[in-house]
């Protein structure tokens, strides 16, 4: 499996504000979208769920790893990896804060303690 996305989807993901995710309950279940947000932080793609691990889309993505982000008119396979390591957790923290600085309130929100656990990173799927 690749472990990053190559430049121009890094950059991408670096400057737009929201991403659809695709998940899935299970392999043979229907996909479910929602919108989220998405940042960057040294050249690698990261997500979190601002309603925790309550977040739906969070349950199927730590279900089923394999998903879809749909970034304007890329469709992106991906595959996600939770992050447990303190350092990086705080380094998307600030990342959050600062691509989200017009939006203050709804930054702060993907920074509340419940929602750490639910960084995840965001590899290119095989499939891609």
Request: net charge negative.
């Amino acid at each position: 499996m690749a472990t990053a996305f190559d430049e121009e989807v890094i950059r991408l993901l670096a400057k737009i504000e929201e991403v659809d995710i695709e998940t899935r309950a299970g392999p043979d279940a229907p996909a479910h979208r929602v919108t989220i947000w998405v940042v960057v932080m040294d050249g690698v793609a990261y997500l979190r769920s601002v309603r925790g691990v309550r977040g739906r889309w969070y349950r199927e993505a730590t279900a089923v790893p394999e998903v879809v982000v749909y970034a304007g008119e890329r469709r992106l396979p991906a595959h996600v990896e939770t992050v447990s390591d303190s350092i990086t957790i705080a380094g998307v923290s600030e990342a959050f804060l600062r691509k989200y600085v017009q939006w203050p309130k709804d930054a702060r929100a993907m920074v509340r303690d419940e929602v750490l656990p639910t960084t995840l990173r965001l590899h290119p799927s095989e499939a891609s």
